[in-house]
DNA sequence: AAGTGTGAATTGATTCACAGCC
DNA sequence: GGCTGTGAATCAATTCACACTT
């Protein structure tokens, strides 16, 4: 992924490869997408193109959640959407807290994927003394000192950090001493964490970088056509 | 990723692992701080920690690249660096395309990451009308009409979509067609393109998502002690 | 006839463990 | 003696191809 891995093999329980695991929010929004435009029954052939990804790939997926298909039918639309949703825990309610409001935890609070769809945005805390009180998106800011009765009165066990690098660490540590378990982190250095606390990095500059590699050798191979006439796999699933 | 892959095994010519490209960034940046911070000499044990990776795949990721090391001694910060630096194009210089000014578009704007490093904001793009000629981190900010010329004009192959959803796929196909070959996306639609143009996605919701399902087993393995029972693997390394 | 679910085969990534070099 | 670089072994993910169900 591009965000750094969680380093657990398998999920816990019945076992989903965490790859799996990675593609169920790609197959529920898929979902969610068709209900809307009407469909009952969806292939899997359809889904996985609506998806991105290649039918073998979704069905062995999907096989890991149960057998929620009907052979020579396909998939309920409104019953995947559930099993897919339930498996994702989007059924509760996740009061999220956002650490550092700077121009990224600004368009995180107003982000819709965050706000909608089984999460909460249960209070945004920053450090400077004067965003305190403001109201972003009609949520007030709370001083840093405020983190951990936050946490305990919301039962935060999810946070984002979007602090600056600097500081993250340290904000983290604190995040997980007051009960958080999860953490979303977009601040630009890895974050050292306890047994079964779990990270997730979203690395803004590493995808550019890792665009700027490939494109690099895209341009190297129209200069020199030895390494141009090496084959290209054919690309045959969308990307993105 | 969390992003989308880049549905090419290897890289070309060399053949570098898609998934030691993806850590490269990391090293980089993990360098950089060691330089900054006077290191002038670093073991793959002491790299590999400060990038949150365990050692065997620092050395196996850098073998890659090439033989730049010293055995009984460890790699020079400053050529590793360089090395690292010009493996991924940072040593030229990226114009960037960015569309959509919405609240993230914005933050990518200011975003110190998207600016320094290589990489340079060419020109901001919006549909909106009351948008344009505004200034956003100093930039202007051009009409949608405009798009194909300053692609032109800039020379610009790299290009983030921050558009709504639903506009994404228009976007993206124009952008294509004007000349961008790679595509950070971070609407949350995939994105279809033709052979030999990249995509990587960035998705804030999904990484959410599949926090929510970890931490669902987490809670639902403290209820009941028999699936509590099954043995966790130990996190040795670092996350995020 | 259509299309899921899944063993088997393949491909890719990670880890081990040590030979080789400084 | 210490540490890199790398074959070999292991583990995970993907793809194939078809038996089985409706």
């Not at 992924?1 to 019945?14: D, F, I, N, Q, Y």
């Not at 995947?80 to 121009?103: C, F, H, K, M, S």
């Not at 990095?201 to 700027?212: F, G, H, N, P, R």
């Amino acid at each position: 992924m591009s965000g750094s891995r969680v380093e657990r093999p398998l999920a816990r329980g019945r076992g989903i490869p965490e790859a799996t695991v990675a593609r169920l929010p790609l197959y529920h929004r898929s979902l969610v997408a068709l209900r809307e435009r009407g469909v009952t029954t969806v292939s899997s052939e359809e889904l996985a193109a609506a998806a991105g990804v290649n039918s073998a790939k979704l069905r062995k997926d999907l096989s890991h959640l149960g057998s929620y298909g009907t052979r020579g039918v396909g998939y309920d639309v409104d019953y995947l959407v559930y099993q897919v949703a339930r498996e994702l825990g989007l059924t509760q309610d996740w009061p999220v807290v956002i650490v550092g409001v700077g121009n990224l935890g600004h368009a995180l609070a107003n982000y819709g994927g965050f706000t909608s769809r089984g999460f909460r945005v249960a209070a945004l805390v920053d450090n400077d003394e004067a965003l305190a009180g403001e109201l972003v998106n009609g949520l007030p800011v709370y001083p840093l000192a405020k983190l951990e009765q936050i946490i305990a009165e919301h039962h935060v066990s999810i946070a984002v950090v979007a602090t600056p690098g600097p500081v993250a660490q340290d904000v983290c540590d604190r995040l997980v001493a007051a009960g958080v378990t999860s953490v979303l982190n977009f601040a630009p250095v890895p974050l050292q964490v306890p047994e079964g606390v779990d990270v997730r990095k979203v690395d803004l500059a590493s995808e550019l970088q890792i665009l700027a590699f490939h494109e690099q050798r895209k341009q190297m191979s129209l200069l020199t056509p030895l390494t141009a006439l090496a084959p290209l796999p054919p690309r045959t699933e969308a990307a993105g």
